[in-house]
């Protein structure tokens, strides 16, 4: 089976793709602009954000690389909608 942008994890009864997976927040690449509003928004630099791995499973078939930011989009049932930001670093 080829698959290309996405992890598979297989054990012998399942086949899980970690981006699609029901518990997996969404995760997107921000243009430099909406990354340069954030930092300003939260008056810090990049790299005192958390941080994320390029190689992490949920963003793996997104094509990110170090120095990229991702916004999580998490939802909940009690508090609505809400944003995440992490700062791509190497393994």
Known sequence: MLCTGVLILATKKHIILVPNHAYVPKHEIMTKKEAEQ???KFNCNATELP??????????????KPGDMIKITRKSGTSGTSLYYRYVVET
Request: glycine content about 12%.
């Open 38 to 40: 954030v930092l300003q």
């Open 51 to 64: 941080l994320i791995f390029v190689n992490d499973p949920a963003i793996i078939g997104l094509g990110v």
